[in-house]
């Protein structure tokens, strides 16, 4: 069963900044549209930001300017980059991507989360 796999979390200081990433976790034929959500506590799991296959990106109003999405289509892979991290920021951040495993059509697959915190 594939899955999608996230790393790069973890506590930095406000203003610092990480870089997530998110692959399968076995091989597929191709991925779709990837996306990055979040999830802060007590709060409903946000979209930050989407890339198409071509490159397309879009943001969230609150992290533009200070994340960049990217992806590597060779190896299925998309990245987040965050600079300039604030408080609010703090979140468990899941990754969301379509992928098709045999070329027969696309599914939704998320990643099981990677915690991100900052420290005030």
């Known amino acids: 069963q594939v899955q999608l796999v996230e790393s790069g979390g973890g506590l930095v200081q406000a203003g610092g900044s990480l870089t997530l990433s998110c692959a399968p976790s076995g091989s597929i034929f191709r991925a779709n549209s990837m996306r990055w959500y979040r999830q802060a506590p007590g709060k409903q799991r946000e979209l930050v930001a989407s890339?198409?296959?071509?490159?397309?990106?879009n943001y969230a109003d609150y992290v533009k300017g200070r994340f960049r999405i990217s992806r590597d289509n060779v190896k299925n892979t998309v990245y987040l980059q965050m600079n300039s991290l604030k408080f609010e920021d703090t979140a468990v951040y899941f990754c969301n991507a379509d992928l098709s495993l045999r070329g027969l059509g696309y599914d939704a697959y998320w990643g099981q989360g990677t915690q991100v915190t900052v420290s005030s």
């Open positions: 890339i198409t296959r071509g490159g397309s990106t």
